[in-house]
């Protein structure tokens, strides 16, 4: 709440602020794109796929590669995961959509007719290149998109293993963008100079290159066994390319995260039986989602944890095998960890092959270092703040050549940014204003106790997402060994979405302190109270508010008693019975449905 | 009245008593009455005074008539005994069923349709005899059943909602109770459940005839200017005389108040009634002085609220009557039959 000091009273909660309900729907707030989840869920449940489909696509661009891949920060953030144990299976419902959606190229946009004279280059054809491409190709931009590898989508394509992403979806979604029209792909073209690009009459420049060199692991050995030891993201891409078909039967994977994660599932259809990770933190500490991990379980993959690299041990110029120092985490008084060596015996591992997934890095060969583009000390670029402008006021960045190695959903955030940037700069704008979202509330009362949105609050546990038979899935590299939700499992999955965009509003004026909001309430999230300061208004709630990661929403003082209303959002179920039971109106269910601005949103 | 049952989820830090339940396992079905009914309001405040003194569900037998107020045993105590009666009869029912099993607690729910008219002498009756109960009415001065016409507790003056004047004199129920030896009466407002509650766990520890006047507005037929039963009416003329916190036996007693400021009264079971005195020269264990107090503010239109009467070492209907001290149905036919000597015995006797 802005404003609180202690000792003070609180305000009254600004709800006009697009930040405050904005905050209440938990997902689209951890949503890097913010991409509106409760709506396109709705829309799910009532069969209407093609226009959830085509909300995720507005927002987040590749809804069937998302679908399938994405390291989604909304589920942690669902409120479904407070009030019983598990979030609403988002990322896979998301699936459902891309997956039921039918014909939809009718619906996607043209470019206008009419060019502004703008041109744009795209260095790296990944996903957030192709995000400012959309953008900008939709409001008259000419967008010419270059990249090194023969086909378009960057690390979507050369890093994550069609097992898990068919190519199909890949193709699919790369063409609604270029479908647009005025974008130009220019494949098996690398940018190898940035002095050279700045000399052509581009109007301004993106970089969306990735963070494309994986890190090595320079321990003894390394040279030796070199020709059977691999790095993760480049073995990955050279399998994706068809490069590489086999490796040995015996794979040691080392590192934690989703790439080690697909490489040792991508090595357990090459050929490789015994294959493990190898890890040095903890089993939890890894950054692997908890999805990924259990993924490469279930395919009989051991995770061997608190192991640090050694050696590689080898005989005549062939690797044979890996030795590791056994470690044990160690947290000083700061809670900070340091992974110290137990003094147990060193552990081996034979192996035919390793490969090595121990963190992707940033490099920027191409970009000479008097091209006007201040780098700071980790490499990276330097950037103004939220526009990814960089000190050369027309080169732009976004993806993970912005900030380092994140994820899709990042770059696709980046890329509508990055866009709104680049047609404030070229329409001469202050690239520091920024266009505010778009904001939508509308009540949904169609009754005395009709809503238009489904209110009864299911009672069923996550549901699981199917999956191939594994002796047919670790068969083959080509086919996706996740089912996802079929029809009828997605409408109860969706059905487990409590509506959170659907806001408990609340009018001072029209209460009259009755209580029956309070006495329905499921959740004891509303009190009727004195007016204190935050701390203490927390802890006299019907239920103390210990969550302060989540809002209270407080009243003007109320005309009968002068108390304040407080309501706690963490736990409301959004089931409207406050709004039912209210006999003056002083609650009302109204979605709230906020878009984030795109390019175009201001320029003109 | 909600379409939709109550999510059964609940919060998640809320704690269960010592017997295991959480406050919403005291519920009952989702209420059918208007939105923003008093009487829901009483029902949530039973709801936390039964949780809150750890009863378990199947000791308590809920009664009532017919009514508004007489629906809501449906709305709470979902787990206990519950007997809907005939219109005005709850008292006798109740009466009954205390003298046949006198081990469970009995809350006796009705309104001033219920009490105050066709129940009158009913309610007289249960309370002269000092049934142990608690006997609760939720009065909001108006018909709502049967769309708004004055109630025999509407007050003399005040207006129905199409602007009609009642000429009738009303019914005090509380100044009633007191005179026909209620032991416990107090009088408290739907709208204000921090008063409410500890009144109502008061009512329930208390051994003998515990009678609450609870005011409830009705929203449908009894908000409005004129009204003295609507919820600004009575928060603008509310005299508390004292706030009640309820100390049960094994709890120990905190004295933070200066002295004369603070009252405590042992009752029958060793629970403790600390009252925090507002009005200073207000004393509940005085009835008479009760009462005069009583018509005096209320002849200056205040309405009194509080604990307003208690007798601590007050005796009930079993105590008077010398009845045997188990329920009738845990008594074995041996017990019930004792055969033809003692028959001999008791009819030598009356000789």
């Known amino acids: 709440m802005a404003g609180a000091g202690r000792s003070v009273a609180l305000q009254p909660t600004d709800t006009k602020s697009p930040d405050y309900f904005h905050k209440v729907v938990d997902c689209q ?46 589920e942690p953030a669902c ?23 039918g014909e939809v190229s009718a619906r996607m946009p043209h470019a206008p007719p009419q060019k502004n004279g703008k041109r744009i280059a795209c260095v790296g054809a990944g996903p957030a290149s192709l995000t400012v491409a959309r953008d900008l190709a939709e409001i008259g931009y000419e967008v010419i998109v270059f990249d090194g590898e023969k086909k378009s989508g960057g690390m979507i394509r050369s890093q994550i293993p069609r097992f898990r992403l068919p190519e199909n979806v890949i193709d699919e979604e790369v063409d609604y963008i270029t479908g647009i029209g005025n974008i130009e792909l220019r494949l098996d073209q690398p940018i190898v100079s940035m002095k050279a690009l700045l000399v052509e009459q581009y109007d301004a420049i993106f970089v969306g290159c990735g963070a494309p060199r994986g890190r090595d692991l320079d321990i003894p050995g390394r040279v030796e066994a070199a020709a059977n030891i691999h790095v993760g993201i480049d073995w990955l891409s050279n399998v994706s390319f068809g490069h590489i078909d086999k490796i040995g039967k015996r794979v040691i994977v080392l590192g934690g995260g989703n790439t080690a994660m697909d490489c040792c599932r991508t090595s357990r259809r090459l050929g490789g039986e015994d294959v493990k990770v190898v890890v040095r933190s903890g089993f939890d500490e890894m950054k692997a989602s908890p999805w990924e991990k259990e993924d490469a379980m279930h395919e009989g993959i051991p995770i061997l944890n608190f192991l640090t690299p050694k050696a590689f041990i080898h005989q005549n110029g062939k690797l044979t095998g890996m030795t590791f120092e056994v470690v044990a985490a160690k947290y000083d008084e700061k809670g900070r960890r340091s992974l110290v060596p ?44 939220g526009t990814f402008q960089s000190t050369q006021a ?62 009864d609050i299911s009672a069923d546990i996550r549901f699981k997402s199917a999956h191939r038979p594994l002796a047919e899935s670790l068969g083959n590299l080509h086919i996706e060994s996740e089912l996802g939700f079929d029809q009828k499992v997605g409408f109860l999955e969706a059905q487990r979405c409590l509506n959170c965009d659907v806001q408990t509003v609340f009018n001072a004026p029209l209460c009259i302190e009755c209580d029956a909001c309070v006495d329905i309430c499921p959740m004891d999230c509303i009190t009727f109270t004195e007016n204190a300061d935050e701390d203490t208004l927390r802890s006299n709630l019907t239920a103390p508010a210990l969550n302060k990661s989540q809002d209270i ?52 | 009245m909600t379409y939709i049952a109550k999510p059964k989820f609940r919060h998640p830090d809320l704690e269960p008593n010592t017997r295991g339940f959480t406050r919403r396992d005291y519920e009952g079905k989702v209420s059918t009455l208007c939105a923003g009914c008093g009487h829901d309001s009483i029902s949530a405040a039973i709801i936390q005074a039964v949780y809150e003194l750890d009863l378990e569900p199947h000791r308590i037998a809920k009664l009532s008539g017919i009514g508004c107020s007489s629906k809501t045993p449906d709305y709470f105590l979902g787990l206990s005994h519950g007997f809907n ?52 009415v939720e009065n909001n001065g108006v018909y709502g059943l049967t769309k708004g016409q004055f109630s025999a507790t509407s007050d003399k003056g005040s207006k129905s909602k199409r602007g009609v004047v009642n000429h009738d004199a009303p019914i005090d129920l509380v100044t009633l109770a007191l005179d026909l030896g209620a032991t416990y009466v107090a009088r408290s407002f739907s709208g204000d459940k921090h008063q409410l509650v500890p009144l109502i766990k008061g009512a329930i520890l208390h051994h003998g005839a515990a009678f609450i006047d609870c005011l409830s507005p009705c929203v449908a037929f009894n908000n409005h200017e004129g009204s003295t039963k609507a919820y600004d009416y009575i928060r603008n003329h509310n005299e508390a005389v004292n706030r009640l916190d309820v100390i049960e036996p094994r709890e120990t007693i ?16 060793g629970s403790k009634l600390r009252l925090r005195k507002i009005h200073p020269e207000y004393d509940p264990s005085d009835r008479l002085d009760a009462l005069a107090y009583l018509a005096e503010r209320q002849s200056k239109g205040e309405i009194v609220t509080g604990l307003l009467y208690v007798d601590p070492g007050a005796q009930d209907l079993h105590d008077y009557q010398n009845t045997v001290a188990a329920p009738l149905n845990t008594l074995s036919d041996s017990q019930l039959v004792p055969g033809s000597s003692a028959l001999e015995k008791i009819n030598a006797s009356l000789r």
Request: net charge negative.
């Open chain 1, 29 to 74: 707030w951890a949503c890097p794109a913010h991409t509106p989840v409760p709506e396109y869920i709705r829309l799910i449940a009532a069969g209407r796929y093609a226009d959830a489909y085509m909300i995720n696509w507005r927002s987040n661009v590749f809804p069937g590669i998302l679908g399938r891949t994405c390291d989604r920060p909304c």
């Open chain 1, 79 to 101: 409120r479904r995961g407070r009030v019983e144990e598990e979030p609403v299976a988002i990322c896979r419902l998301k699936r459902v959509a891309a997956d039921n959606k």
């Open chain 1, 342 to 385: 137990t003094g147990e015996p060193d552990q081996h591992f034979e192996c035919d092959d390793v490969l090595i997934a121990v963190g992707q890095e940033n490099a920027f060969p191409w970009i000479e270092r008097d091209a006007g583009i201040a780098f700071d000390k980790w490499g990276l670029p330097e950037l103004n703040g």
């Open chain 1, 394 to 455: 027309k080169v732009f960045f976004g993806g993970d050549s912005a900030y380092g190695p994140k994820n899709i959903i990042w770059a696709v955030a980046h890329g509508h940014d990055a866009a709104i940037s680049i047609d404030l700069f070229c329409q001469g704008k202050d690239v520091s204003v920024r266009p505010p979202p778009v904001v939508q509330m509308s009540s949904q009362k169609m009754g005395i106790h009709e809503w238009s949105y489904d209110n």
């Open chain 1, 553 to 604: 929403m407080v009243s003007a003082p109320l005309k009968q008693t002068g108390r304040v209303m407080a309501k706690d959002e963490d736990v409301c179920l959004h089931c409207g019975l406050c709004a039912e039971r209210c006999p003056t109106g002083a609650w009302d269910m109204q979605r709230f449905l906020l878009d984030t601005a795109k390019a175009g949103a201001c320029a003109r």
């Open chain 2, 85 to 136: 009666s005939v219109h005005g009869r709850m008292p006798s029912v109740l009466t009954g069923a205390n003298l046949a099993n006198r081990d469970l607690i009995y809350l006796g729910v009705s309104g001033d349709g219920d009490s105050a008219s066709i129940g009158f002498g009913q309610f007289a009756h249960s309370i002269r005899r000092a049934v142990n109960m608690v006997y609760i």
């Open chain 2, 254 to 269: 905190e004295i933070d108040h200066a002295p004369g400021t603070l009252e405590i009264v042992t009752q029958h079971d």
